[in-house]
């Protein structure tokens, strides 16, 4: 109907001089952003439930209602977005529907173009994407081996460095490759969508999202990855020096960079699993092992969430509703296909928050539930703001809620909660291997955390060509973060796609940007809490006065700037890098010392 006007306008001068059609108003605008918000909200309810459905329970027809969900999503958004641009310059907005205007506009992670069908086609491939990665399958001793298992197997010491190589190259190879051509068209689709909505690319409208210019973005990560990388580079060099004790030249030579596959992780992301070849003599024994102690007081899967959601009542959080407790997938059921990569849902933007997990009674999952309970009180506490504001004041605040809860589990919390005798807390001659455990995870995901989207941005704005793709990902790899794969990879491979993120579709600056973010929270926490002692020591476990602040926090959602929200909680207007070093100072002394005389750098 509104095109067939304009043809007739077009059609009609006389029509065009005496009936011109008025300019939009900020009134105009007002009504746009309110219906556009009601739309959304009611859309977000139904749609919710089909993804929810696909993602624990994986078929072609679940597969179809996902893809049918996503394409009427995305159609709207984009007519949305194109829209709130044509509004964008009313005199007269209130900064609120300015606000708005600007989330609508640039808020949709893969745009489709107007042209008929691109939106369907769109979300097929993108569902396709995911379900692929979802019945993932490697190998092991020739034998196949889901995702869920292959993780946890790279996190095993008793592996062969031929068996490490055998997972990687199997997982890389079977779930990799075969998407590369879908993902090369889905690329061209989504920068079609991108041009019409203003943008010079997909890229550049995900960095448009930060309450700044989408150039000064990326040079706020790239400043605080240069406060970061003295650290990551001293740990490096360590790890690489322990690896090589271990493997012995021929697999992990005294220099260069570290082979990807020896880390403990499938993406060399964190390599907490490899902490017992690393851990230093005498104070790296920490005397105890978070997953032993959850097997020795008979934890199970529930009962693990169970005490994540202590932790947060602790702090004076309400429950969680009883639904929760019904409707969330805790374990991975065993008649059927499901993605088992751990994430937190809010389906009735109100009290139907769940996590979908397929939780394994070890240390990594336990940190996991506190992380991802995280994501369902946030979701519950800006409840009640407008429905473009339900969400975090950015989406690195979203991950950083719940890992900066995770490093409150601190010795003391685990004592304090009944899981270790309060006489095997580590004396403070173990600080370091406490602290160099903690790093294996948080300071050497900081590269990974950024290079993911950076490889993405480089796709997006075409100076990474479809043909390059592997190379340019394994040249990031070697840059970022010091690593290279177990075997050589051939030019038509597609080793991004063996990582969730990317089939996924998933934004990742938001890990890079909470990997920081938390260690401000934390610093701040502490500072509330009256703590006295090492940075790291610190749980305010129990603090409710810490919870009140929190949750002024949280309650914001994203209805002001993030530099708005960072300041309620912490004080400081500014993301930095520096609360993180502080909380590592000792440690990067100590390394300092055990890399004296070595070669470092890669």
Known sequence: MAVALSLAALASPSLAQTAPIAAPTAADAAKFVADAEKWGYDFSIDAGRVYWVNATYITEDTDAMAAKAGAEGTEKSVEFALAAAKYQNVPGLSPDVKRKLDMLRSGIVLPAPTTPGAAKELNDIATKLQSSYGKGRGTLDGKE???????????????????????WKSWHDNVGKPMKADYVRMVEIANQGAKELGFADTGAMWRSGYDMPADDFAALTEKIWQEVKPLYDSLHCYTRTKLNEKYGNAVQPKTGP?????????????????????????????????????????????????????????????????????????????????????????????????????????SDDFTTIHHELGHNYYQRAYQKQDPLYLNGANDGFHEAIGDFIALSITPQYLVDIGLLDKAKVPSADKDLGLLLRQAMDKVAFLPFGLLIDRWRWGVFDGSIKPA??????????????????????????????????????????????????????????????????ALHRCSFYGNKAVGAKLNAMLEMGASKPWPDALQAFTGSREMSGKALINYFKPLKTWLDKQNAGKSCGW
């Open 468 to 533: 390059d793709y592997n190379k340019a990902w394994t040249n990031m790899r070697l840059q970022y973060q010091g690593i290279v794969p177990p075997v050589a990879r051939p030019d038509d491979a597609f080793d991004p796609g063996a990582k969730y993120h990317i089939p996924g579709n998933t934004p990742y600056t938001r890990y890079f940007l909470a990997r920081v973010l938390q260690f401000q929270f934390y610093e701040a926490a502490c500072k509330q809490a009256g703590w006295k002692g």
């Open 258 to 362: 570290i082979r990807a596959d020896l880390l403990g992780n499938m993406w060399a992301q964190e390599w907490g699993n490899i902490y017992p070849l690393v851990a230093p003599a005498g104070s790296g024994d920490l005397g105890y092992d978070v997953t032993d102690l959850l097997k020795a007081k008979q934890y199970d899967p529930v009962k693990m969430v169970k005490a994540g959601e202590n932790f947060y009542s602790s702090l004076g959080f309400a429950p969680l509703p009883e639904t929760f407790w019904k409707r969330s997938q805790i374990v991975k059921p065993a008649d059927r296909e499901v993605i088992c990569h751990a994430s937190a849902w809010d389906l009735d933007n109100k009290d139907d928050i769940r996590i979908k997990m397929c939780t394994k009674v070890n």
């Open 145 to 167: 081996i889901n995702g869920s298992d292959i993780e946890a197997e790279m996190g095993e010491l008793n592996h062969t460095p031929a068996e490490y190589a055998e997972m």
